[in-house]
């Protein structure tokens, strides 16, 4: 057992976490505000639960910064989200405090429910925020745990970016009743009283309906009883004096426990208290403006601003996102157009159909989504939107290597996932200027749904990437002996190494190919066999990708022909810079001239 809490320890410790936040994270980039609200409710957890003994998961992992520095990480601390360095989110191979991996969002409260059953002589934690409640993962988890998991915890952390912003003084005053012993004592004994008779459960359900409404009034967002949890809160998540009284209280209490805790995004940091959204996740910052260095127009950006020329040609362009309408570059749109930009927030699964209820009603739909998010909805794009073929544009933003987010966010899956799913074009344009071209044509697609792929980073320009055609490859460079394939990213990494193929004598013919699916069979049936040596470059899952599509086909048309493909060999990718892992994996500078070439003199051999 731990000895009685020091609470102005606490206090001081918490300013001192706070500046090692700012400054690390100036550097390395990552999720600030997030963090930052959470050291109060961070340092009470661990004085009153005992980790790795009691478990404790954070949803979405991005705010357990805290959590690794008072679990032995603080040493390291520094190397945050830098390649061999700590990890940006939960991840039980980097800690053993850390019980399940949560990238994602709505995860943990499923993860933690059967953690909890397996370890019954533990208390099991779950932190998670007020968007990622509302995911429809966290809801099914919550129905499912009502009543039944006697050892968890459930801590919603309220820091008003989305639920319970009239949550007051009033209510801080109930939520402190509802948690003493008084209220608990009372509680208990009069529903005791009351089960003996009819005309006592009567009375009692009475009392109980009595009970719920006071606590909506109060607490009109929060869960409440009714999902079978005991409900302790609102407690203010800067004090620490409230938080480990309510912990403590907890902490002997058979669950499920519910505890609503309202907290303040970004709290200690000026910039990120005035503008939570851009310090949510961000890069590295100058800590004395706040201000972050400009990396050029972004492929999001080119796609945001031709997004905003759309809604004023056309009133039946509408864009649909899922918390990350910035992100995806729907800003200036979403002000220009509030009715037809669509924030459907962690539901993508939703999103995704509610677009299909937009397309079969005529509309034009732009559903923008991170790749990695993306594959939450796989059942919805099968199901509602591949097989009634609906006009649909799915943004895929993000795709290839994401970086310095690791394994839980890299987008190396879309390709093969489109290319599973019936009815779908798969379009991965490879500069600014044919993505806007692809735009423009997919605004009066209509033969069904089509994905367009774009990687993170700035946009730049391809000479000869114009006059996009849908299942048309381009010819960039014409020379003989090898071909070489690019789509979308990848055109510009192989054309980036052209001089050192040709000092290598492993220059040729170099191929844009923004179109994944359909192929360009004329192309492959006139072209292929004039080569010796032909290469698919592609930044993505080799395993179900693009190369591999070109594999089956030329075996179904028995064209006699070697492929090689340079795509990424493992779904495991660990976080580090973007340039950092595509070099490393093979997919540019050196080592992917290297991979060439080590191709080729395999084929001799």
Not at 127 to 137: E, P, Q, T
Not at 221 to 248: K, P, Q, R, W, Y
Request: with cysteine; proline share 3%.
């Amino acid at each position: 057992m731990k000895g009685r809490i020091d609470i102005d320890r606490l206090k001081n410790e918490s300013s001192k976490i706070r500046e090692l936040l700012i400054e690390t994270i100036s550097k390395t980039g990552g999720h600030l505000a997030p963090n930052l609200g959470v050291v109060e409710l961070t340092q009470a957890l661990h004085e009153v639960f005992q980790s790795p003994k009691d478990k404790i998961l954070f949803d979405v992992g991005h705010q357990s910064y805290v959590h690794k520095l008072l679990t032995g990480r603080k040493e390291n601390f520094s190397s945050l989200r830098q390649k061999n360095g700590i990890g940006p989110f939960m991840d039980p191979r980097e800690s053993e405090h850390d019980p399940f991996i949560t990238g994602h969002a709505g995860s943990a409260l499923s993860a933690g429910a059967g953690i909890a059953m397996a370890n019954p002589e533990s208390k099991v934690v779950v932190v998670i925020g007020d968007a990622s409640i509302s995911n429809g993962h966290s809801m099914e988890a919550l129905n499912n745990i009502g009543g039944k998991i006697k050892n968890l915890v459930v801590i919603l952390n309220d820091n008003e970016m989305s639920i319970g912003k009239n949550v007051g003084s009033l209510s801080r005053f109930f939520g402190k009743l509802i948690a003493s012993d008084l209220y608990l004592n009372m509680r208990n004994d009069i529903k005791g009283v009351m089960n003996k008779g009819k005309i006592g459960k009567k009375v009692n359900r009475v009392l109980e309906r009595m009970e719920v409404s006071v606590k909506q009034f109060f607490l009109p967002l929060s869960i409440s009883e009714a999902l079978g949890f005991t409900f302790l809160g609102v407690v203010d998540g800067h004090n620490l004096d409230e938080l480990v009284e309510v912990l403590e209280k907890a902490k002997t209490l058979e669950g499920p426990i519910f505890i609503h805790v309202k907290t303040q995004k970004g709290k200690g940091y000026h910039f990120a208290e005035e503008n939570k959204e851009k310090f949510h996740g961000i890069a590295p910052f100058d800590v004395a403006t706040g201000s972050v260095k400009s990396s050029g127009k972004s492929f999001s950006k080119v796609f945001g601003d031709t997004m905003v020329e759309f809604g004023k040609e056309d009133k039946d362009v509408y864009c649909i996102s899922a918390g990350m309408i910035k992100g995806t570059g729907l800003g200036e749109f979403q002000e220009a157009f509030p009715e037809r930009c669509i924030d459907v927030g962690i539901s993508e699964g939703h999103g995704v159909s509610f677009a299909g209820g937009l397309g079969i009603s005529g509309k034009k739909p732009y559903v923008a989504i991170y790749s990695t998010f993306l594959q939450r909805a796989y059942g919805q794009l099968i199901h509602d939107i591949s097989i009634q073929k609906l006009p649909v544009k799915f943004i895929v933003d993000r795709a290839g290597i994401v970086g310095e987010d690791g394994k839980t966010h890299q987008g190396i899956y879309d390709i093969g996932m489109f290319l599973q799913i019936p009815n779908f074009a798969v379009v991965a344009p490879s500069s600014a200027q044919e993505l806007e071209e692809v735009l423009k044509f997919s605004k009066e697609y209509k033969k069904g749904p089509i994905a367009i792929r774009f990687p993170r980073g700035s946009a730049y320009e391809i000479p000869g990437t114009e006059n996009f055609q849908l299942g048309k490859w381009k010819t960039i460079r014409e020379k003989n002996k090898n071909l070489y394939i690019g789509t979308g990213s990848m055109l510009k990494e192989i054309l980036s190494v052209e001089e050192e193929l040709k000092r290598r004598g492993l220059e040729g013919t170099i191929i844009g190919a923004s179109t994944i699916k359909p192929l360009d069979e004329e192309f492959i049936l006139s072209q292929f066999k004039k080569y010796e040596n032909i290469f698919i470059l592609e930044e993505g899952y080799r395993y179900g990708g693009f190369g591999n599509s070109i594999l089956d086909y030329i075996n179904r048309e028995n064209i006699d022909c070697k492929i090689n493909i340079i795509a990424l060999d493992t779904g495991y990718i660990p976080h580090g810079t973007r340039d950092e892992l595509l070099r490393e994996y093979g997919l540019r500078g050196e080592k992917l001239v290297d991979r060439i070439e080590g191709s080729i003199n395999a084929n001799k051999k």
